[in-house]
């Protein structure tokens, strides 16, 4: 069996296709029933599948900006994201379309009572949050003083998959399976999937739904230019990580440079050279080694 049968859940088109089509929305609602925890009457039964926010620019190319929404039985409404290339921001990001989703529910003549929920929900393939050791955080609003959550209607759930650490013999629950799945599922073998999966038909239909025999020709090419676009982005963040890197090190090589030229001129002036001199040995103007000079003097003095 070739090791790389599954494809790699991440890949934009790949995301849209397990979580955003009418065929597969049981996928959709297993993912957001295990990763909130909903069981029993709490349990999302169903979803409807809404128009992804647009900005006017973004809609000209036909390009949306969140992978899914939708909203359940009861008008809650759901945002589902995967977010490959690191971001700057990608928390400010989902605060501004969690709020743009929670507006578009206004009409004309409608109450504020009647607003629904919105639940933000992204998985990243980079670290968000450098100072939290776990791989899940939740975010609501809380009173400051009590912690009492008056102000219900946002919350936000995040993902880092780089954080998530356990093997395949050691997952525990749905919610540990799905991130396992996204994270290593295309790299893994049909014997480590076997296990991974068990009896769960759900997981093994998402299974199924990133191998290519699964798709028709044109999607299989769409899959290809997704992903081509996708590493395109990478190689060039990856390239402004490159020179950024570099030129923090000219810059550093530099400021070295100038520091050690001043070293040389202070000991100068001990010596009680000329300024004359000094500027032509070091290339500092007299203005430049006069005020080394009343700098020195200074904290000699203090």
Not at 258 to 286: C, Y
């Amino acid at each position: 069996m070739a090791l790389n049968k599954f494809l790699d859940p991440k890949n934009d088109f790949l995301f849209r296709r397990l979580f955003g089509e009418e065929r597969h929305k049981d996928l959709l609602i297993y993912f957001i029933n295990s990763v909130l925890h909903l069981e029993g009457l709490h349990a999302v039964q169903d979803v409807t599948y809404l128009k992804t926010i647009q900005d006017p620019d973004v809609a000209a190319k036909k390009q949306s900006i969140v992978d899914v929404l939708c909203k359940d039985e009861n008008g809650v409404q759901f945002i589902i994201e995967m977010q490959v290339a690191r971001t700057a921001g990608f928390e400010k990001r989902a605060q501004y379309y969690a709020s743009k989703a929670y507006i578009h529910q206004m009409n004309v003549g409608d109450i504020y009572k009647d607003l629904k929920e919105v639940i933000f929900i992204a998985l990243s393939d980079f670290i968000m949050f450098p100072k939290k050791l776990d791989w899940k955080s939740s975010h609501v609003t809380l009173d400051k003083k009590t912690y009492e959550q008056d102000l219900k209607d946002f919350s936000f759930t995040f993902i880092e998959l780089p954080k998530f650490n356990k093997a395949i013999e050691h997952l525990e629950t749905v919610e540990e399976k799905w991130v396992y799945f996204f994270k290593h599922g295309h790299t893994s073998t049909d014997e480590e999937l076997e296990k991974f999966i068990g009896s769960d038909v759900i997981l093994k239909k998402a299974l199924d739904v990133t191998t290519q025999y699964s798709m028709t020709e044109e999607e299989w090419n769409t899959y290809q230019q997704s992903l081509k676009h996708e590493l395109d982005n990478r190689a060039a963040e990856q390239l402004k990580l490159m020179e950024a890197e570099e030129k923090g090190k000219a810059e550093g090589k530099a400021e070295g440079k100038a520091e050690g030229i001043k070293v040389v001129a202070i000991n100068m002036l001990k010596e009680g050279d000329l300024l004359e001199k000094i500027s032509r040995i070091t290339g500092l103007s007299e203005k430049e080694i006069a005020a080394l000079k009343r700098t020195f003097a200074e904290l000699c003095h203090s």
